[in-house]
């Protein structure tokens, strides 16, 4: 279940794109509520949207 979570994640989180960056403040906040920390392939990096 967590992988799956992951790749959502994943694909929801693109920073580089106009649509990524106008849709960025909705994408954090579901990711706090529901998976905190996120691998995203794209930036080869660990996304952590909340300490605690």
Not at 2 to 17: K, L, S, Y
Not at 19 to 45: H, N, T
């Amino acid at each position: 279940m967590e992988d799956v979570m992951n790749e959502a994640w994943d694909v929801a989180f693109d920073p580089f794109t106009i649509a990524g960056q106008e849709a960025m403040g909705d994408i954090l906040a579901r990711a706090r509520a529901q998976s905190p920390v996120f691998y995203s392939s794209r930036l080869q990096a660990w996304i952590v949207t909340r300490i605690w």
